[in-house]
């Protein structure tokens, strides 16, 4: 892959050679139809689904916003959505591409290291006091592609380490939160890299309005019918009560073994805070906790994993008594390495979630390089930390009484695709008896 930016450094690749300047946002680029009264419409249509559906904003209750500058259209028609749900004050902290690339091309070398434990304490401060969170995705994938991974991954085990607190809040689903994504010149230019940058934010956004269910007559009305099949599935699952799930396919023969009482979750939740929200837009999975030392055998990831700047090709690995002890890539393998070397939970499992091959984001044929898109391309998998939402009577349970139940602990939480039209998969109960669940990659219950 070539190395990308947009202010005009060398390597810059979007039409040929010629060079994008930096973009204050993707209006600039798209013009035609980003100034469209259609663009306008749904853009509008996104931000109140991310903040009705998406996090059902409370009367009275604060929002932080992450974003990346180019979102500020977004950021704009959520917020507005979201005062007009009832919301108490929204305050957004945006991220500057370039200036995160200028950290690592130029900062010493003792620093990486080093992260914003302040900007973190205070997320973590307005989460324990019930403020809902909004992330909205769509940096450049390959930002820090040609940078000195040792640097990048110091600074991302900071990263994690100082936001810890605030993301297992987060995790264990205390408060409501949701993540939505805004294109941009330079993300739309690596997802299609044969088109001219307007025509590839154009398309980029279009995809994104059409998988995240926001191009009919009444949006909301059509998430709380997607929501509904989502959660027949999810109760099926449930009510099953299955012990293990069996993957096999071209490259895979994996046991994933469920973690002591598992729940399976999907679409719009409730809460801690007992608010109903969607955490993810778009959204096709049914997940649950796998059991942190059940896992074995081996699997293939279907679809590249888009990790810090690397695209992962061709992840093979294999489990023994729930821990990777190995594994393959054949494009950053480097890079894989040093995620499973994140701690001890790295090589472990948090997440096993089932999606069909028909869903929109499969069928739309585009690698988003984005996980918030691919991973509902199809079933998967994710290394690191649990979701302790998806286990039974928590209260009063720590750490280790979790572990002993089967949850992973870990710094990072990474989803890799391992579905596809050639996989099927079982649901196996505690006596060993198989029941179909997927076959060729498509449900067989009636949801």
Not at 125 to 146: D, H, K, V, Y
Not at 273 to 293: A, K, M, Q, S, W
Not at 350 to 366: D, Q
Request: overall charge negative; proline content about 4%.
């Amino acid at each position: 892959m070539s190395d990308f930016c947009i202010s005009c450094q060398s390597g810059c690749k979007v039409k040929g050679n010629t060079h994008i300047m930096a973009l204050q946002n993707t209006q600039d680029a798209a013009g035609g139809y980003l100034a469209s009264a259609e663009f306008a419409t749904m853009l509008d249509k996104l931000g109140e689904v991310a903040a009705r559906t998406g996090l059902n904003v409370a009367h009275g209750q604060q929002v932080i916003i992450t974003a990346p500058l180019h979102a500020v259209p977004l950021v704009r028609r959520i917020t507005e959505h979201a005062y007009k749900a009832g919301a108490s004050l929204v305050s957004t902290f945006y991220s500057d591409e370039e200036t995160t690339l200028a950290r690592y091309k130029y900062a010493a070398e003792d620093t990486f290291d080093t992260a914003a434990g302040w900007l973190a304490g205070g997320m973590t401060e307005a989460f324990r006091n019930g403020a809902a969170r909004m992330a909205i995705t769509g940096s450049n994938p390959a930002l820090l592609a040609g940078q000195n991974p040792e640097h990048i991954s110091r600074a991302s085990r900071a990263n994690s380490r100082v936001n810890r607190p605030a993301m297992e809040i987060i995790t264990n689903f205390d408060v409501n939160w949701c993540i939505v994504a805004a294109a941009s010149p330079a993300w739309a230019a690596q997802v299609f890299p044969d088109l001219p940058v307007d025509e590839a934010v154009e398309k980029l956004w279009q995809a994104i309005f059409s998988v995240s269910r926001i191009t009919g007559e009444n949006p909301v009305a059509d998430w709380a019918a997607h929501n509904a099949v989502l959660h027949r599935r999810a109760a099926f699952l449930n009510d099953a009560r299955y012990s293990a799930l069996h993957f096999k396919g071209p490259g895979t023969d994996l046991m994933v073994g469920l973690a002591d009482g598992h729940e399976w979750a999907a679409g719009a939740e409730k809460a801690g805070n007992g608010i109903v929200c969607n955490p993810n837009i778009p959204t096709e999975e049914v997940f649950t906790t796998p059991h942190r030392l059940k896992v074995d055998g081996t699997v293939a990831a279907t679809k590249p994993l888009s990790h810090q700047g690397t695209l992962i090709e061709d992840i093979r690995v294999r489990f023994e008594g729930g821990r990777i002890v190995e594994m393959h890539a054949s494009k950053g393998e480097d890079v894989l390495a040093r995620v499973l070397d994140t701690d001890e939970g790295a090589r472990r499992l948090g997440e096993v979630a089932l999606v069909p091959n028909s869903s929109p984001i499969s069928r739309s044929g585009i690698l988003f390089q984005n996980t918030l898109f691919d991973e509902n391309a199809a079933s998967h998998i994710a290394l690191g930390q649990s979701y302790t939402k998806c286990m039974r009577d928590t209260a009063g349970q720590d750490e280790a009484a979790l572990a002993a139940r089967g949850a992973n602990s870990s710094m990072i939480h990474i989803d890799w695709m391992i579905g596809s039209g050639d996989i099927d998969v079982d649901g196996v109960d505690a006596k060993g008896e198989r029941v179909a669940l997927m076959r060729k990659g498509e449900w067989v219950i009636e949801a």
